[in-house]
């Protein structure tokens, strides 16, 4: 069985408590997608989630469209990818992404349909749409060894 959980998001200081909750639980290894539209929040998340990880404030977190793939320092490194521009997962090995995902920090992917085969067996899954201009809807499906810590990801 997979757990899922939905959670609404009804304005963006809320996206960022529970992004930061995100960030204080994640541990080594651990690999978090985030799905949606465009201007649903991910890069957003994704901020909140190097707060709580303890990422400095100087290393503002962009989205890494051009460049694939950033790495922030933090309590352990997160390594930010946007997978946006490539069209298959052989692509992903050439550039040796394949490395991260098992590596020493937190990876979280945007646009993580591109990884087709690659996907990884344990994982959070976030899916977040539009519900309003400024509420979002997070659907959270945990797999493998993320679903115990699922429940101790939500916020109060
Ligand atoms: N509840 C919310 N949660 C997250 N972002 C929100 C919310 N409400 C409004 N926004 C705004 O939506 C935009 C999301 O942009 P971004 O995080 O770059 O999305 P994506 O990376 O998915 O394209 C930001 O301008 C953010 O301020
Ligand atoms: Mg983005």
């Given at each position: 069985m997979k757990p899922s959980v939905n959670l609404t998001l009804d304005n963006p200081a809320k996206t960022v408590h529970f992004g930061r909750h995100l960030g204080n639980m994640a541990r080594a290894g651990d690999i978090f997608t985030l799905a949606g539209d465009l201007g649903s929040?991910?890069?957003?998340?994704?901020?909140?989630i190097g707060q709580g990880l303890a990422v400095?404030?100087?290393?503002?977190?962009?989205?890494?469209?051009?460049?694939?793939?950033h790495e922030y320092p933090g309590r352990i490194p997160l390594y930010h990818m946007d997978l946006y521009r490539l069209a298959t997962s052989d692509e992903i090995v050439e550039l040796?992404?394949?490395?991260?995902l098992y590596g020493e920090g937190l990876t979280v992917i945007e646009w993580p349909d591109r990884l087709q085969d690659l996907m990884p067996a344990d994982r959070l899954d976030i899916h977040l749409t539009f519900t309003g201009e400024n509420s979002r809807l997070a659907v959270l499906?945990?797999?493998?060894?993320?679903i115990?810590?699922?429940?101790?990801?939500?916020?109060?």
């Open positions: 929040g991910k890069t957003t998340l994704t901020q909140a400095p404030a100087d290393c503002f977190i962009t989205s890494p469209t051009f460049s694939l793939l040796g992404f394949e490395d991260y499906t945990a797999y493998g060894n993320m115990p810590r699922l429940l101790s990801c939500l916020p109060e």
